[in-house]
């Protein structure tokens, strides 16, 4: 199960070499769970059904780079004017009380970058508290990621529970509890699918940056080419 967010720069496929049918997907602004008891979109539903009817092993909560979500928990008064945006951001209210406490320090671009990590971490506990996860988690077979995208790079960032930080995914086989592997090397996938030359053109488009020679060289090394 791969919860994320709404952003269509994320396409969970790409970024696990998932073949059709191995993912079952939810997404929504911010890539929020709603804790137990609270009114939700469908979102317990889904998990609900991907858990207990499907028996999926891994579950994945991946947020990311420049996420309009947490910039309006940041920045609230980017919400003046939407109401139910506003109120759906209240099951982050802890990410947002965190943020306070601990990293009061941080402002811009830094705090932000704290709020996409801190957030993963609350919509995991948010996640612990549905009764069908925490039925399957006693039983010990269900296993929970967080890991954050970061678009530019394309890399990707777990939490490592031991460290308690995130750190860089190497582009490399992710071994799941399930046994399968799915591979992080973004850039080079999408690469591979549509010719280098394309690849450089949308990689400008949508980032917004000089896709230049260095880039290049680096995804033709790749092995995958």
Excluded at 61 to 82: N, T, Y
């Amino acid at each position: 199960l791969f919860i994320t967010c709404s952003d269509s720069r994320i396409d969970p496929g790409l970024l696990t070499n998932a073949p059709p049918g191995d993912l079952f997907i939810l997404h929504n602004a911010g890539n929020i769970v709603p804790p137990c008891g609270s009114i939700s979109g469908g979102e317990e539903a889904t998990i609900e059904f991907a858990v207990t009817s499907l028996g999926v092993q891994d579950v994945i909560i991946c947020g990311h780079s420049h996420c309009g979500a947490m910039r309006g928990l940041v920045q609230p008064e980017l919400l003046a004017s939407l109401p139910v945006t506003s109120a759906w951001l209240t099951h982050a209210d802890e990410t947002r009380r965190i943020l306070r406490d601990a990293y009061n320090h941080l402002e811009g671009e830094s705090l932000l970058n704290a709020a996409i990590e801190v957030n993963v971490l609350v919509q995991l506990d948010n996640l612990r508290t549905l009764p069908s996860v925490r039925a399957r988690m006693a039983q010990g077979n269900l296993f929970l990621h967080g890991w954050v995208y970061v678009f530019e790079t394309g890399e990707v960032f777990a939490y490592d529970v031991e460290t308690r930080q995130f750190a860089k995914l190497a582009e490399r086989q992710y071994a799941f509890s399930s046994g399968g592997s799915y591979i992080g090397a973004v850039k080079s996938k999408v690469a591979t699918h549509v010719g280098l030359p394309t690849f450089l053109a949308l990689f400008e488009h949508v980032y917004g940056l000089p896709a230049d020679n260095a880039l290049a060289e680096t995804i033709s090394s790749v092995e995958a080419w």
